[in-house]
């Protein structure tokens, strides 16, 4: 009789554990073999209401041009390399032009023959002299600078977004969606080389194939100066760095009893949106917008659902929160592309420059550089194109002619 108890205890116990187990997804927690490079708490953030000109001592402007055809639709996604600029719209065209903002190619191959695809969903410059696509149906095509085809390789899955790696390897990111694999992964890295496949970072299997939202910013995978990659995601408060050796975590931002619990439903309530509910139900969610160099990291996200942007001054080991730089250059809101230690490249689109233009006129109120943003509201009215923008840091430090800027 004993014994029967026993065993009768122990089976409640079982089934209550798989109760539990079964109330939570799979990922419980998120990349605990991965080794923290920096720590940044912030209890020991300061309030950081700064402006651009703190930080910047100029801004130049790259002005791309519609000659020739070259008409961008809505901005997808800009790369710049050392003397090229590569901008993908959602219409799926690839325009790449020189750092004068003339046009060198356009790229349109629109159809489901040979050399051809349906949709564009990232792109990446390899180097001054070739560019890489990311289609759908999946493969990576590559292009010469003057729109001449390459070469293309077929991909197994289906991914969003594209970074290449020094090393010639493809980062993919595949935003969630299941591959038919029990090993779902936010990150794909593909080696041409060898044809072979390695997946970090746990995918979110509670939003059912739902794709992680970008919040502010389109893209996760950002470009650092060295050649190496950021990436972020909505669900963590880690940032990852990606280089020729894999997948580690750079910073982890410590937010005390806001950290994310990973402890995620089994499933979204119905009619409710991933954005909402993320905001709505975790302390810390939606890092993106991310830049950095070798004095500043720069990010932005929610915390108890108000939106925050954050500045971590790496010389000073200084992090400083709400820091929503006021734009006292020409009063346009920037998307940040990449940073260097010499300038941040951003880019400008019409409908912003042609939005503070009626609010100036009507208030009848002046920016600080009003030359500047009536050239660029000149061109935008005119030509329609977006406007890339170059702001000059204040301690330009040396940089290596092998960076991307």
């Excluded at 073999?33 to 700064?50: P, Q, S, T």
């Excluded at 975790?282 to 720069?298: A, M, R, T």
């Excluded at 200084?318 to 260097?340: H, K």
């Excluded at 890339?388 to 040396?398: E, M, P, S, T």
Aim: contains cysteine; aromatic residues 12%; hydrophobic residues 35%.
């Amino acid at each position: 009789m004993r014994e029967y108890i026993l065993m009768k205890k122990i089976c409640i116990a079982a089934c209550l554990f798989l109760m539990v187990s079964c109330s939570v997804s799979r990922n419980e927690t998120v990349d605990n073999d991965m080794e923290v490079k920096r720590l940044i708490r912030y209890e020991d953030a300061l309030k950081g209401d700064m402006k651009y000109s703190t930080l910047f001592d100029s801004l130049s402007i790259v002005p791309l041009d519609t000659t020739g055809g070259y008409m961008i639709g809505e901005v997808k996604q800009i790369k710049i390399s050392a003397h090229y600029i590569a901008v993908l719209d959602r219409n799926s065209n690839v325009f790449v032009y020189n750092h004068e903002g003339e046009g060198a190619a356009l790229i349109s191959r629109k159809g489901q023959g040979e050399k051809e695809y349906i949709d564009v969903r990232g792109i990446d410059i390899l180097t001054d002299s070739l560019v890489c696509l990311l289609t759908y149906p999946p493969k990576l095509m590559y292009f010469k600078m003057d729109g001449t085809f390459h070469s293309e390789v077929p991909l197994k899955n289906r991914a969003f977004e594209l970074a290449v790696l020094p090393d010639g390897k493809a980062v993919l990111y595949k935003n969630n969606i299941d591959d038919g694999t029990m090993n779902m992964s936010l990150l794909e890295i593909y080696n041409p080389s060898d044809d072979s496949y390695k997946g970090y970072v746990p995918g979110i299997r509670f939003m059912e194939n739902q794709p992680i939202p970008h919040f502010q910013q389109f893209g996760t995978l950002t470009m650092t100066q060295r050649n190496g990659l950021l990436f972020t995601h909505s669900l963590t408060n880690n940032i990852y760095g990606i280089d020729n050796k894999g997948v580690h975590i750079k910073y982890r931002i410590d937010f005390g009893d806001r950290n994310p619990s990973f402890h995620y439903p089994k499933k979204l309530p119905e009619e409710k949106s991933v954005t909402d509910y993320l905001i709505e139900n975790f302390p810390v969610c939606g890092f993106n917008s991310c830049w950095e160099n070798s004095s500043y990291l720069h990010w932005g996200g929610y915390l108890s659902g108000k939106s925050v942007t954050f500045l971590y001054d790496k010389e000073a080991d200084r992090l400083y929160s709400d820091f929503n730089m006021q734009e006292d250059f020409t009063g346009l809101t920037p998307s940040p592309i990449m940073a260097s230690d010499d300038c941040l490249a951003v880019y400008f689109t019409t409908g912003n420059v042609e939005a503070l233009m009626d609010y100036l006129e009507y208030s009848g109120k002046q920016v600080e550089n009003q030359p500047l943003l009536d050239r660029m509201a000149t061109f935008v009215r005119e030509a329609g194109n977006p406007i890339v923008g170059f702001y000059h840091f204040k301690r330009n430090l040396q940089f290596s002619k092998d960076d991307k800027i």
